[in-house]
């Protein structure tokens, strides 16, 4: 991803997970207020190209509402995924405050900085956010043997 693309992740992250957890509560729903139409309604034609099945139509909307939480929880799963980059306490500290949906100013008020250094560290975090960071989970360096040799 690029660092536009993480930036506006690190801007959507609250609401998106909020999303999320709403889109996921109203999902487990079966379709209340799903009824026939009865009386005249019932005899006239459907308008052309539209389906007149509202368990169909209900269907339809509910697949676009999985997709749009999928395409969330993906924005999502990748900013946490790359959160072990960022090592130094003050980025970490801004980026979590970030992620809360909280404001430069607010950040800096309670950091005591300013707004203008809050922006610089966000976009230092951006730039470690963006490097090259292989997509798998995180695994401790001390794990990571590197003085083994082959046996080939």
């Given at each position: 991803?690029?660092?536009?693309?993480?930036?506006?992740?690190?801007?959507?992250?609250?609401?998106?997970?909020?999303?999320?957890?709403?889109?996921?509560?109203?999902?487990?729903?079966?379709?209340?207020?799903?009824?026939?139409?009865?009386?005249?309604?019932?005899?006239?034609?459907?308008?052309?190209?539209?389906?007149?099945?509202?368990i169909y139509r209900?269907?339809?909307?509910?697949?676009?509402?999985?997709?749009?939480?999928?395409?969330?929880?993906?924005?999502?799963?990748?900013?946490?995924?790359?959160?072990?980059?960022?090592?130094?306490?003050?980025?970490?500290?801004?980026?979590?405050?970030?992620?809360?949906?909280?404001?430069?100013?607010?950040?800096?008020?309670?950091?005591?900085?300013?707004?203008?250094?809050?922006?610089?560290?966000?976009?230092?975090?951006?730039?470690?956010l963006a490097g090259?960071?292989?997509?798998?989970?995180?695994?401790?360096?001390?794990?990571?043997?590197t003085k083994e040799?082959?046996?080939?």
């Amino acid at each position: 991803m690029n660092k536009k693309e993480i930036e506006q992740i690190l801007k959507d992250y609250h609401w998106m997970i909020n999303s999320i957890k709403i889109l996921r509560d109203s999902m487990k729903d079966a379709g209340e207020g799903l009824t026939a139409q009865y009386g005249v309604e019932a005899s006239l034609p459907k308008p052309k190209g539209v389906t007149g099945d509202p368990i169909y139509r209900e269907y339809l909307r509910r697949e676009k509402r999985w997709k749009k939480i999928e395409q969330y929880e993906r924005k999502v799963k990748m900013i946490q995924d790359r959160i072990h980059v960022i090592q130094d306490e003050r980025e970490f500290e801004v980026l979590h405050w970030l992620l809360d949906g909280k404001s430069y100013r607010w950040i800096a008020m309670h950091m005591g900085l300013s707004h203008s250094h809050i922006r610089r560290l966000k976009d230092s975090i951006v730039e470690k956010l963006a490097g090259d960071v292989p997509n798998v989970p995180y695994v401790p360096k001390d794990t990571i043997s590197t003085k083994e040799k082959s046996a080939c």
